[in-house]
């Protein structure tokens, strides 16, 4: 090999490590924006909330709305990035099916996720302010909705991830029965659809509790991931 070529490869090789070790911490960064984004956006008015109570919220704090709507796109892009590597790494260990399968499952969830975020940006832009009190109800309780319905993607981007690396041996056992508590946690949060209460879509378990497991789990992987050895393609 000539001094020339190995100089270009090396550069290769540096730059494919840079790249690598960026996105494999893209998780620290989405759990990072989606906390922001929670904290700007405020507290929802709930499932049937009064017409009142959703203009004073989405045209009386719209601004602030909006501004949560940009960290919250910024979040959710970063959450692409961290299945992308996710998926790489799956495939660099032999499990290209559950590569395959956190691809599928983290492009529902990010499609859902910005479908809500687009909903909340036009509901404080223009829709809660019109007038319209049908409409602005309607989407607000579709947003509810597309929260209950997006746990099962998101279920099955944490088991695509906790079974393929421990199948990949990435991960220990104690480990693997963290990710599958995590998952049934994920597939009971797409049954949140009593009309009050805990279970309700608007309710404790949706609202807190499943989407703080869901960015525990993303740090604790994220962590998994930036220890893992330099994958030899990909980037």
Known sequence: MSATTAAVASTTNTDRAF???LW???GFNAVLFFIIAYVLYGNQPG????PEALVAFYHGHGTRILIS?????????YLMWFAAVLRNTLAEAGQEGWGAAATASSAAVGALLFL????GAALAYSI????????????NDLTWACGVFDSLPRA???????????????????????????VVLGVAGCTTLV?????????????????????????VFTRVLSRLPAAASGW
Request: proline letters at 2%; aromatic letters at 12%; glycine letters at 14%.
């Open 47 to 50: 499932v049937g909330a009064s």
């Open 69 to 77: 709507t940009v960290f919250s796109v910024q979040a959710v892009l």
């Open 156 to 182: 099955m981007l944490i088991m695509s991830c906790t079974f393929g690396l421990w199948r990949g041996g990435l991960i220990s056992n104690g480990l693997f029965t963290v990710g599958v508590a995590a």
């Open 116 to 119: 809500r975020i687009a909903m």
């Open 24 to 26: 494999r911490m893209s």
């Open 19 to 21: 790249w690598e070790r």
């Open 128 to 139: 809660a302010g019109s007038g319209n009190s049908e409409l602005t109800s309607g989407i």
């Open 195 to 219: 009309s009050g209460g805990l279970w309700a879509p608007d309710g404790a378990y949706s609202r807190f509790i499943w989407p703080a497991v869901s960015l525990v789990w993303v740090a």
